[in-house]
C-alpha cells in the first residue's frame, strides 16, 4: 500500500476504508480500552489522531510508545469527533518501526532555543523547527517560480573564486596546500602557483559580476546561492554562510531595479501567505504576535522611495540624538535605517541615490551632481524588524567612468579586463540586487536568530554537524 | 513602453502596432534601400528580423552597426515575408545603445570550444552556450519541480563542515588562518582551535548525512546545491565544483529508490524537451546527431534492473577482453558500465545490491547474503554516453549494524554520534541518492565536456573569472 502523508490525509475530501501513515508518535495518551496517538510526519504542522484500540494486536507494546518512536499505521480515515480536527485514524494495525526511550532529548516540555541548537540534528522535529524549514523551502520555491515566470535565467555563479569581487568583507582561503609545510618561492613566501588552483583562491562574497556577465548576453538573469563572510562578528544577524539571490536585468535603470526588488518582495510575502498558512499562523501564535499584521501591512501598500539626501535631512529633522551622528555623505546606521521604516514612514523604504564615496566602485555615477555631492544609482530596501533586506544598484555600463570608478577605488585594471570588455562591446545599461534570503525568512517567520532559520549554522567558533 | 522579448514577439498571437524589442546584433546586411538586421536577446535561441529602412533619423549610423552592438528597437510587428520565421519587425527608430567594434571576439565565423572558453564572459552571446545556459536553467528549475509537486522538502546543507562526509575523495580546506605564519600549537604543529572556527574546515563533498537528519523528521526532503572534490584529474567529466541533487526519503527501501531515480530522470528528460524544444533541435542538430533519439528512447520503457552478482555474470560470458578484470568483489569500471547500458541492455539499467567491501559504511547491509559474497542495498544508474549518473542507497537504520558498518571501515562513532542519535531515536528505513547536476545536463544536451556546461568552470589550475 502506498504510504499517504498526514497533510494529505487531514486535507482529505472524503473518508477512507484503507490507508497507510507512516510518521513519529508526538504524544500518547491512554483512555480506558483504547490509547490516542498523535502522530506528526512532518509533511505539516499538525499531527493526526490515531485511534488504537486494546484489540489491536501487540497493544501491549503500543500502549508502552513514548514520544519519538516511529510507527507505521493502517486503519481507516473517519470524521473525527473531537474539536479542530476534521479526521482521524481508527488503527487496524499498528508496527512499531522504531523505538525512543526516555533519554529522547525532544520530550513535551520546552526547550530553550539555545539548547535546541545544540540537538541541531534533532530540532526539525519540533513544531517551531518542522516550520521554519518548511517555511523555508516554499520560500527558496516561490524565489525560482517568481523568476522563472519572469523569463529570468538561473544562473550559478562560482562558489571558488580567485577574485575579490568588491572588496566586501573578509572571505575564507580555499586551499590544498599543506598548512604545516607549504611550498615556498624564491622569496621564502608561500607559493601560490602550487595550489590546486595555481593562484590564491577563496569562497564567493557575491556572484554579482559573473551575473552581469549572463544579463549581458541573456537579458534577465537570477543567481542563489551560498556566499560566504570570513567576519568575525557574532550577531543574531549575521552567519559565516548564508544564501542570496541576485538577480541582474539588461536594459534596466534604478526605478525598474527598484520596482523588480518591490515586486519580488511581495510577491514572496503573498506566496508563503498562501502556501504556509498553518505554519505562519503558528509564527503569528508562538513567536511573534505582529508578525500576521505586519506582512499583510507590507502587501497592501506601495513601498516609499526616498533618496538619501532627503533621507539625511528627515533624520536631522526628527530632533533625536543620535548614537551615530548623521551627515550627508556618512553610511546610515540601524538605528537611521529603524527610525525611517519603522518610525517615520512605518513602511518598507527604499533609500536610494548613495553618496558616491561610501559605494562599491561599480555603482553607475548619477550626473548632474553637485559639487562635492556626487552619487551613485544605489538603492537599499528598508523593511521594519529587520533593516536592510535588498541592496542593489544601476550598474556602471560607460567605459571611461567605469575606468574613473576603479580608479577612485584603487582597483587594477588588470583583474578587470572582462569585466571592462562588458562596458566595451555592445555595452548596455543594466541593473540588479542583492537579497538574503536568511534575513528574508527571518522577516517571513519572525524568527529573531539567523542561527535559527538554517539548518546547520556556521559562526564564529562553529561548524558542528 | 516595456520590453518585450523576443521570444514573446515571436510567439505573438497577432501583428501590433507598437513594440519595444532591445538586444544584440547578431548578423546585418544591407538591401538596396534598407538593411536587415538579425536581433538577439538571449530570451530564446532564434534571433527576430528588424527591418531599417534608409529613411530612418541616424541611418547613417545604423548601416554601420556591427555583430556585437546594443541596440533597441521601436517598431511594428508584422508578418514576415521570409522563409521559417512567422514575424519580422519594421522599425520606426533604432537608438544604439552600445557599440562593437572589429575586435569583437566572437564574430560570425565558428569558433572552437577551447577559445570559447578562454572567453567564458562573452561565450554566453553564442548560439551554443545561450542553449546550454537556458537549458540549464530550465534543468534546475524542473528539479525544484519534481520534488516540490511530491511534497519534499528542500534543505541548504553546509557547505563548510568540519566532517568528511564519506572519505570520498579529496577536500578542499577552508581557513583564515595566515598561510605565511600560521599559529603553532604546543607540539609546533598548525593550532586549529584559532582557526575561524575552532577546528579544521573543509568544503563539503555531500549532504546525505545532515538531509538524513531531515528526512527523519520531515519524510521526503532533498538538496541541491555546490559540492566540491580537490582531485587532480583533468577529465572532460570532472570539475571540482559542481551541483549535486539529493533526495533522501524516510520509510523508503531500495526499491523505492529505484522507482524514484528512474521517474525523476524520466521527468526532467521530459521537461526539458517540453519547455527547451527550440535549443534541443539546435543540440541534436550540431552537437549530437543521436541525441534526441537517445533522449526520447530513454523516455519510452522501463529502465532495467540489474543485479552486481547478475551484472558480473553477464561481463564474465560476454567473451571480451576488458582493460579492468572482472571478478566479483571488484568495482564496475566505465568499459563495464559502457557494456551494459550501450551494447548488452541498450537501455539505462540500474546495477544494485554491491559488494559491501567497495562501499559507504552507512549503506544498508542486506540479509542473508553467502558468505563471502556480503553485499550492501546500493544502486548505481547508468546511463548511454555518460556512465554512472545516479548513485544511491537504502541507508543502514539498525543501531548494532551501522556500528558494525563503522568498524569495518576504521570511523571514529564519537564523530557520528549525531548521526548514531537518528537511529538511537525513532529510527525508520530510509533511503535515497545523489545526482550529478552537471552529468545530467550534459547527458541532455549532448555537450561532451563538463567545462561547456558551467558558466564558469573550477578544474586543477584554472579558476578564471
Not at 596546500?177 to 618561492?185: Q, R, V, Y
Not at 533624520?315 to 548623521?326: A, D, F, I, N, Y
Not at 548596455?428 to 542583492?434: D, N, S, T
Request: proline fraction near 4%; include cysteine; aromatic fraction near 10%.
Amino acid at each position: 500500500m502506498q504510504r499517504t502523508l498526514v497533510k494529505d490525509a487531514l486535507a482529505a475530501a472524503a473518508a477512507c476504508d484503507a490507508l497507510l501513515l507512516q510518521g513519529w508518535v508526538r504524544t500518547r495518551r491512554d483512555a480506558k480500552t483504547f490509547s490516542f496517538i498523535e502522530l506528526n510526519d512532518g509533511s505539516c504542522l499538525k499531527g493526526i489522531q490515531v485511534i488504537a484500540d486494546s484489540s489491536l494486536p501487540d497493544y501491549a507494546h503500543i500502549e508502552k510508545l513514548a514520544t519519538g518512536a516511529a510507527i507505521s499505521v493502517r486503519g481507516r480515515l473517519v470524521p473525527s469527533q473531537g474539536q479542530g480536527q476534521k479526521w482521524e485514524v481508527v488503527a487496524e494495525s499498528i508496527t512499531v518501526v522504531g523505538e525512543a526511550d526516555a533519554t529522547y532529548p525532544l520530550q513535551k516540555k520546552g526547550h530553550s532555543l539555545e539548547f535546541l541548537r545544540e540537538i541541531a540534528h534533532l530540532r526539525p522535529r519540533s513544531n517551531l523547527f518542522g516550520a521554519v524549514f518548511r517555511v523555508r523551502s516554499r520560500l527558496a520555491y516561490a524565489i525560482h517560480r517568481f523568476f522563472q515566470e519572469r523569463s529570468f535565467v538561473y544562473v550559478h555563479t562560482p562558489i571558488i573564486t580567485a577574485s575579490d569581487a568588491e572588496g566586501a568583507g573578509d572571505m575564507f582561503r580555499v586551499t590544498t596546500l599543506d598548512l604545516e609545510a607549504p611550498p615556498k618561492d624564491a622569496d621564502g613566501r608561500v607559493d601560490a602557483t602550487q595550489d590546486f588552483f595555481g593562484k590564491k583562491t577563496f569562497l564567493t562574497v557575491s556572484g554579482q559580476l559573473e551575473a552581469e556577465i549572463f544579463a549581458c548576453a541573456l537579458s534577465n538573469v537570477y543567481t542563489f546561492g551560498p556566499t560566504f563572510r570570513a567576519e568575525n562578528s557574532n550577531t543574531s544577524r549575521h552567519a559565516a554562510e548564508f544564501w542570496m539571490i541576485e538577480p541582474e536585468v539588461a536594459f534596466c535603470d534604478l526605478d525598474g531595479d527598484m520596482t523588480l526588488a518591490e515586486e519580488f518582495v511581495k510577491y514572496l510575502i503573498r506566496d508563503v501567505r498562501e502556501h504556509c498558512a498553518a505554519d505562519l499562523e503558528f509564527f503569528g501564535k508562538f513567536v511573534d504576535k505582529e508578525l500576521l499584521p505586519r506582512l499583510d501591512f507590507v502587501l497592501e501598500k506601495p513601498f516609499v522611495r526616498c533618496s538619501y539626501t532627503e533621507a539625511v535631512e528627515l533624520l536631522e529633522k526628527s530632533g533625536r540624538t543620535w548614537e551615530h551622528p548623521v551627515a550627508w555623505g556618512a553610511n546610515l546606521q540601524a538605528e537611521h535605517e529603524r527610525f525611517l521604516t519603522e518610525e517615520h514612514f512605518k513602511c518598507p523604504v527604499t533609500v536610494y541615490n548613495y553618496p558616491r564615496a561610501i559605494k562599491a566602485f561599480y555603482m553607475r555615477a548619477n550626473d548632474d551632481c553637485a559639487p562635492g555631492r556626487e552619487t551613485v544609482a544605489a538603492m537599499d530596501l528598508l523593511v521594519p524588524g529587520i533593516g536592510e533586506i535588498i541592496g542593489g544598484s544601476q550598474r556602471e555600463e560607460r567605459l571611461e567612468k567605469l575606468r574613473a570608478g576603479m580608479a577612485l577605488h584603487h582597483l587594477d585594471e588588470k583583474s578587470y579586463a572582462w569585466y571592462l570588455d562588458l562596458r566595451r562591446y555592445g555595452t548596455v545599461p543594466h541593473a540588479g540586487f542583492g537579497l538574503g534570503f536568511e534575513r528574508m525568512l527571518m522577516f517571513v517567520t519572525g524568527v529573531g536568530n539567523i542561527r535559527d532559520v538554517i539548518p546547520f549554522a556556521r559562526t564564529p567558533g562553529t561548524a558542528e554537524f
